[in-house]
C-alpha cells in the first residue's frame, strides 16, 4: 500500500489490497505495489504472486519483485538520470535493467530461502508427493524458486523519456496528450485465464516484453514496444509452473540475451500523460468481452478523478474504494494499483476526457436501457407464455367442470325421467297382472257360480221330491184302509227305495260339483298366490331400481358438488393469479414503451 507522492510534474500512487476469496480461505495477500518519486522522475511497480498450492510463498516472491524492480531502476538512473544515449541504447539499457532486476530477485529469494528453509508443516497438504519431494530433495537443487513466483511491471516516466516491462499477467495502461489510450506494452497471448509467464519460469529473462518512449525535437515521442524473444515457445502456468531441466540454476543474463531476437513496433505518439497499472485482479472484475475497453475508460476515470478533485487525498481515497470493491464484489482476488500522472493542468485534454465520459455514459446509460428493454421483452414474453398457459388451462378447466356440472343435471333429469317411465310401466304391468286375475277371478266365479246353481237345484229337486213323496205317503196313508201301521211302513219303504234311487243317480253328479267347485277354489287360491308374487316381485324390481337410481343421482350430485366446489376455488384462485399476471404482463408493458421513448430520446 502506498501514499501519494508529489514532485514537480508528477504523482505517483499504489494501493494493494485483499481479496475477498483469500479472506475468506484465510490465505495472505499475494499482490504487492510500492512507487517512489524524486524531482527528476518518478517509478511505479506492481506485482501479483502465484495462487496455486506450489506457489505458497508468492506473497514473498511478489514484495521482492516490486522492491528489487524500483531499487535497480533508482540504481540505474541515479547513476546516470540523463540516460546518455537513451535514444540510441534504450533497448540495451532496459533489457540490461531487466536482467538485474531478475538477479535481484533471484539473489533475495536465495537468500530469504537459506534464512528460512522449507518446513513440512510450510508445505500445502494438498500438493501431490512427487512435487513434496522436489522441495525437499537434491535432485531439483532450484526447485524452490517455483514457489516464490510471481508477475512483475514497472512503469517509470521521466520529462524526456519513459519505459515500462511487463512479464504475467495483469494490464499497463497509457494515457496520452491527444487523448489517445493505450496498452502499449505489447501483449503476451501466452497469458490467459489463469495461466500467466512467471519470474520463476527458466527462460523469465526471455518473456519479458517492454516499450519504451522518449521525446523528439518537435515535442512528440517516439514509441517502441518490444515483444518478448521469439524464440520462447513454452507457455508457462501458474498451476503448473515448468521450470525446465530443473536440476539447472537460473539461466545467466548474458546467456539469456546472447543471440535473441525481439519484434519491435514503433509509432509517433504525443506525450504520455499518465500510466497506469493493475494485477489481474482489476481486469478480472471485467466481464472478458468488455475487458479491454472497460480498463480504458476505468484508468480515464481515475485520471480525470484525480484532475478534477480539489484535493488529492479525496482523489486518492476514491482509488482506494475503487480497488476495494473489485476486490470485494468483482474479480475477488487481490488488486494493486499504481498510477503516474502528469499534474499539470491542460483543460483541453480534460474536457476532452470528460466528454468522453458523459458519451460512454450515455452509451452505458442507452446499453442499460437496451438490456433492461431485452430482459423486460424476454420478461413479458415469459409472462404472456405462462399467462396464455395459465388462461387455457383454466378456461379447460372451467369449461370441464362446468360440462361435469351440465351432464351429471342432465344423467340426473335422464335418471329421474327413467325412474318415472319405470313405475309407469311397472303400474301398467300390475294394471295388466289385476285385469288377468280379475278375468280369471270372474271366469272361475262364473263356473263356480253354475256349479253350485246345479247343485241348489238338486237340492231343490230333493226336497221337492222328498215332499212329493210324503204327500203321497201321508195320502196312502189316509185312503181309509183298516191298518194304519202296515200302510205307513209300506209308504215308508217304497220312499226310501225311491230316494235311495234318487241318490244313486244324482248324487254323484251332486259331488262331481261339490269337487268341481273345491277344484275351482284351489285354483283361485293358487291364481292369488301367483298374482300377490307377481306383484311383490314387480314391487322389489320397482324398489331397486329406483334405489339404484336414487344411488346413481346421490354420486353424480356428489360430483356436481365437487366440480361447483372446484370451480369456486378455480374462479377463487386461479381468476386472480391470471388476473393478477395480467396487470404485471399491462405493466411491463407500460414500463417497455416507457424505456422506448427515453431510449429514442
Avoid at 518473456?207 to 514496444?225: A, L, Q, S, W
Avoid at 479525496?314 to 464484489?329: G, N, R, V
Amino acid at each position: 500500500m502506498g501514499d501519494l507522492k508529489a514532485m514537480a510534474r508528477l504523482y505517483s500512487y499504489s494501493y494493494t489490497t485483499l481479496g475477498g476469496s483469500h479472506k475468506k480461505r484465510n490465505k495472505p495477500c499475494q499482490d504487492s505495489s510500492s512507487d517512489y518519486t524524486c524531482d527528476e522522475f518518478a517509478i511505479i511497480a506492481v506485482s501479483d504472486g502465484h495462487g496455486s498450492s506450489k506457489h505458497f510463498r508468492s506473497d514473498i516472491g511478489s514484495e521482492f519483485a516490486v522492491k528489487a524492480s524500483i531499487d535497480e531502476v533508482r540504481k540505474l538512473i541515479e547513476n546516470d538520470f540523463a540516460l546518455v544515449n537513451f535514444k540510441e541504447n534504450a533497448p540495451k539499457i532496459i533489457e540490461e535493467l531487466i536482467g538485474a532486476v531478475y538477479k535481484r530477485w533471484i539473489d533475495d529469494i536465495s537468500n530469504h530461502m537459506t534464512e528460512n528453509p522449507f518446513t513440512e508443516e510450510e508445505i500445502p497438504k494438498d500438493l501431490d508427493k512427487s512435487t513434496k519431494e522436489k522441495f525437499f530433495g537434491t535432485l531439483y537443487p532450484n526447485y524452490y524458486i517455483s514457489a516464490y513466483g510471481a508477475t512483475l511491471m514497472l512503469g517509470l516516466m521521466a520529462e524526456e523519456y519513459y519505459f515500462a516491462f511487463h512479464i504475467g499477467d495483469g494490464k499497463a495502461v497509457f494515457l496520452y496528450e491527444d487523448g489517445r489510450i493505450d496498452q502499449s506494452i505489447p501483449w503476451d497471448e501466452a497469458c490467459y485465464i489463469n495461466i500467466t509467464t512467471s519470474l520463476s519460469d527458466k527462460n523469465a529473462i526471455d518473456n519479458f516484453r517492454y516499450c519504451y518512449g522518449y521525446k523528439t525535437d518537435d515535442g512528440k515521442f517516439v514509441e517502441v514496444g518490444v515483444e518478448k524473444n521469439v524464440k520462447t515457445k513454452k507457455t508457462q502456468s501458474v498451476n503448473d509452473n515448468l521450470l525446465l531441466n530443473e536440476n539447472q540454476g537460473p539461466v545467466s543474463i548474458e546467456n539469456a540475451l546472447e543471440g535473441k531476437s525481439r519484434k519491435k513496433t514503433e509509432n509517433i505518439k504525443s506525450r504520455p500523460m499518465a500510466i497506469f497499472m493493475g494485477s489481474d485482479g482489476v481486469d478480472d472484475s471485467y466481464r472478458v468481452g468488455d475487458n479491454e475497453k472497460s480498463l480504458m475508460n476505468l484508468y480515464r476515470n481515475v485520471y480525470l478523478t484525480l484532475m478534477k478533485k480539489d484535493k488529492m487525498d479525496e482523489a486518492i481515497e476514491s482509488i482506494h474504494q475503487l480497488a476495494d470493491k473489485f476486490a470485494e464484489s468483482g474479480s475477488q482476488d487481490d488488486v494493486s494499483m499504481a498510477g503516474l500522472v502528469r499534474i499539470e493542468k491542460n483543460d483541453e485534454l480534460i474536457n476532452l476526457f470528460y466528454n468522453q465520459y458523459l458519451e460512454e455514459r450515455q452509451a452505458k446509460d442507452l446499453e442499460r436501457k437496451k438490456e433492461q428493454l431485452e430482459e423486460k421483452s424476454y420478461h413479458l414474453s415469459q409472462l404472456q407464455g405462462l399467462y396464455d398457459e395459465k388462461n387455457s388451462a383454466y378456461i379447460k378447466n372451467k369449461e370441464a367442470l362446468n360440462r361435469v356440472v351440465e351432464d351429471n343435471a342432465t344423467k340426473i333429469k335422464e335418471i329421474e325421467d327413467s325412474c318415472r317411465n319405470f313405475v309407469k310401466e311397472n303400474g301398467k304391468s300390475k294394471a295388466k297382472e289385476w285385469e288377468k286375475h280379475n278375468d280369471f277371478l270372474l271366469k272361475i266365479s262364473d263356473q263356480i257360480k253354475e256349479k253350485n246353481q246345479e247343485i241348489e237345484k238338486y237340492e231343490q229337486e230333493k226336497d221337492q221330491e222328498l215332499d212329493d213323496s210324503q204327500k203321497a205317503l201321508e195320502i196312502k196313508c189316509y185312503d181309509g184302509e183298516d191298518s194304519l201301521i202296515p200302510k205307513v211302513l209300506a209308504g215308508l219303504s217304497n220312499l226310501k227305495s225311491s230316494n235311495l234311487l234318487y241318490i244313486s243317480q244324482d248324487g254323484k253328479r251332486y259331488k262331481k260339483n261339490r269337487k268341481a267347485i273345491n277344484t275351482y277354489n284351489e285354483k283361485i287360491r293358487k291364481n292369488q298366490e301367483a298374482y300377490y308374487s307377481k306383484l311383490e316381485e314387480m314391487d322389489e324390481k320397482e324398489n331397486a331400481f329406483l334405489k339404484k337410481s336414487e344411488e346413481k343421482i346421490e354420486g353424480l350430485k356428489e360430483e356436481q358438488d365437487k366440480a361447483k366446489e372446484k370451480l369456486s376455488l378455480l374462479m377463487e384462485n386461479e381468476a386472480k393469479d391470471i388476473e393478477s399476471l395480467k396487470e404485471k404482463i399491462n405493466k411491463l408493458k407500460d414500463e417497455i414503451e416507457t424505456l422506448k421513448d427515453t431510449s429514442e430520446n
